[in-house]
C-alpha cells in the first residue's frame, strides 16, 4: 500500500500554513510599527448550513443537512486563522452519521473586517467595503460513526467564502469548501456548500490603545 501522495498532501498544506502563519506574524508587527490600517475587531463567529457531497470511488452521495459552527481569529486585517466544528445529517438513506473538524488560515480580498487607523491621538474607524472574499486553506478532520465502529479521515481542503456586511458587526456569509480526504484504505472528495451569518466581536489592538489616550 502506497501512502506517500496522502503524506505529501499533508506536508504540503502543513507546510503552507506555516510559511502563512510566520508571514502573518510579520506583517502584523508592520502594520504596527507603521500605523497602518489594523483590525477593529479580532474575533469572528459563523453560524452556516447548507447541503454536501461525497465521492469515494465510483460512489457518491449528496445531501443537505450541512451545519458549521467556525472561529476566526484575525492575525491581521487580511489574514486569519481559523477552526469550526462540523456535523452532517443525511437525508438520502447513509445510515452513518459525520462530524468533524477544519483548521486553516485564510487571506481576505477588499474588507472583511472593521478597520482602524492610527492618526495622531485620534482613531478612525474605516470600511472601504461592504463586500469580503477570503481564501483558505487547511486541514480538515471527518468522522464516520457507522452502528459498531468510527471511521476517521483527514486532509487538505480549499475554502471560499463570500460575505457581505449587513451592519457594523453582522455579515451574512456564503462558503464554498472541498477537501480531498484519506485514511490507510480509501480516498475520498468531501464537498460542501453553504450559507449563514457571522458576527465579529472583542477588542483590537488599536481599540485598547484609543482606551488608554482617552483616560483623563
Given at each position: 500500500?502506497?501512502?506517500?501522495?496522502?503524506?505529501?498532501?499533508?506536508?504540503?498544506?502543513?507546510f503552507?500554513?506555516?510559511?502563512?502563519?510566520?508571514?502573518?506574524?510579520?506583517?502584523?508587527?508592520q502594520?504596527?510599527?507603521?500605523?497602518?490600517?489594523?483590525?477593529?475587531?479580532?474575533?469572528?463567529?459563523?453560524?452556516?448550513?447548507?447541503?454536501?457531497?461525497?465521492?469515494?470511488?465510483?460512489?457518491?452521495?449528496?445531501?443537505?443537512?450541512?451545519?458549521?459552527?467556525g472561529?476566526n481569529?484575525?492575525?491581521?486585517?487580511?489574514?486569519?486563522?481559523?477552526?469550526?466544528?462540523?456535523?452532517?445529517?443525511?437525508?438520502?438513506?447513509?445510515?452513518?452519521?459525520?462530524?468533524?473538524?477544519?483548521?486553516?488560515?485564510?487571506?481576505?480580498?477588499?474588507?472583511?473586517?472593521?478597520?482602524?487607523?492610527?492618526?495622531?491621538?485620534?482613531?478612525?474607524?474605516?470600511?472601504s467595503?461592504?463586500?469580503?472574499?477570503?481564501?483558505?486553506?487547511?486541514?480538515?478532520?471527518?468522522?464516520?460513526?457507522?452502528?459498531?465502529?468510527?471511521?476517521?479521515?483527514?486532509?487538505?481542503?480549499?475554502?471560499?467564502?463570500?460575505s457581505?456586511?449587513?451592519?457594523?458587526?453582522l455579515?451574512?456569509?456564503l462558503?464554498?469548501?472541498?477537501?480531498?480526504?484519506?485514511?490507510?484504505?480509501t480516498?475520498?472528495?468531501?464537498?460542501?456548500?453553504?450559507?449563514?451569518?457571522?458576527?465579529?466581536?472583542?477588542?483590537?489592538?488599536?481599540?485598547?490603545l484609543?482606551?488608554?489616550?482617552?483616560?483623563?
Open positions: 500500500m502506497n501512502l506517500r501522495p496522502k503524506r505529501l498532501k499533508h506536508a504540503v498544506a502543513v503552507f500554513l506555516l510559511s502563512a502563519f510566520i508571514s502573518a506574524q510579520w506583517a502584523y508587527s502594520d504596527e510599527k507603521s500605523g497602518e490600517l489594523l483590525p477593529a475587531k479580532k474575533n469572528s463567529l459563523s453560524f452556516l448550513g447548507g447541503a454536501y457531497s461525497i465521492k469515494a470511488g465510483a460512489t457518491s452521495v449528496s445531501s443537505p443537512g450541512s451545519l458549521t459552527v472561529y481569529y484575525m492575525l491581521t486585517r487580511k489574514w486569519n486563522v481559523f477552526v469550526s466544528y462540523n456535523s452532517y445529517l443525511s437525508t438520502s438513506g447513509l445510515s452513518t452519521s459525520i462530524s468533524g473538524f477544519d483548521f486553516g488560515i485564510h487571506y481576505c480580498f477588499f474588507t472583511c473586517v472593521p478597520e482602524v487607523r492610527r492618526v495622531g491621538e485620534v482613531l478612525t474607524l474605516t470600511q467595503s461592504p463586500f469580503g472574499l477570503r481564501l483558505g486553506v487547511g486541514l480538515s478532520q471527518r468522522s464516520f460513526t457507522l452502528t459498531s465502529s468510527t471511521v476517521s479521515f483527514s486532509g487538505p481542503y480549499e475554502r471560499l467564502e463570500g457581505y456586511y449587513v451592519s457594523p458587526k455579515k451574512a456569509l462558503v464554498l469548501q472541498n477537501g480531498s480526504l484519506s485514511n490507510n484504505t480516498q475520498m472528495t468531501f464537498q460542501s456548500a453553504m450559507i449563514g451569518v457571522g458576527y465579529d466581536f472583542g477588542a483590537g489592538p488599536v481599540d485598547w484609543g482606551k488608554i489616550i482617552s483616560i483623563d
